[in-house]
């Protein structure tokens, strides 16, 4: 799609070019998806150019590599947070979690918006409240993470034992697909 037109136009600026019947028109066309349609929706009267780089820029950032090559996908996180009843591992440092103490319960959803499914991780990670911000927080640090486990990589000094975690979920990440009730989205 050409933006040349456009330029660094605003919305007021192409209604006063009386263009704005066009500005529409590749706003339709930029709406190929959920994503797209919402950064469109929140992005509406600023330049075309500017929408469309967004665009990218989020879809770059949704885009599975391994779980669904080249689909979109949005993770939501799915963290909890409980007080261990009894004792509990660590799934990534090996650690007892002791009882009354504060955890983290991970199981995140993934939507594929790509192909209008979603899926959940079928197992349950636990793990120790400073391992907060290690838990992924989208499709890439998700993938990421499945690659670490496949490669046992010890040496990537993010505090995981990938050895205990592979012993906990096994060698793979595992998802459950749901049936689909409505859009996340």
């Known amino acids: 799609m050409s933006m ?5 136009y605003n919305f007021e600026e192409i209604t006063l070019k009386n ?3 066009l500005y529409h028109k590749y706003l339709k066309e930029m709406c190929n998806n ?10 509406y009267g600023q330049s075309l150019p ?6 990218i820029e989020e879809e770059a950032n949704h885009r599975s ?3 669904f090559p080249g689909d979109l996908v949005i993770l939501y996180d799915g963290i909890k947070y409980s007080s261990a009843k009894k004792f509990i591992t660590c799934y990534f440092s090996g650690a007892k979690i002791s009882p009354k103490s504060k955890y983290i319960i991970y199981r995140p959803l993934l939507d594929n918006i790509s192909k209008n499914e979603s899926y959940v991780l079928k197992r349950t990670i636990k793990v120790e409240s400073g391992y907060e ?4 927080q989208n499709i890439y640090e998700l993938e990421t993470l499945q690659r670490n486990i496949n490669l046992q990589n010890n040496y990537e000094n993010d505090g995981i034992d990938y050895s205990h975690l592979t012993n906990q979920i096994g060698e793979d ?3 459950q697909k749901l049936k689909r009730k409505g859009k996340f989205l």
Do not use: G, T, W
């Open 133 to 136: 911000s290690a838990l992924p």
């Open 65 to 67: 590599l391994d779980f």
């Open 50 to 55: 500017s929408i469309y780089q967004k665009i």
């Open 173 to 175: 990440l595992i998802f």
């Open 19 to 21: 263009n704005k019947d």
């Open 4 to 8: 040349e037109i456009f330029d660094n």
């Open 34 to 43: 959920r994503l797209a349609k919402k950064i469109v929706q929140e992005m």
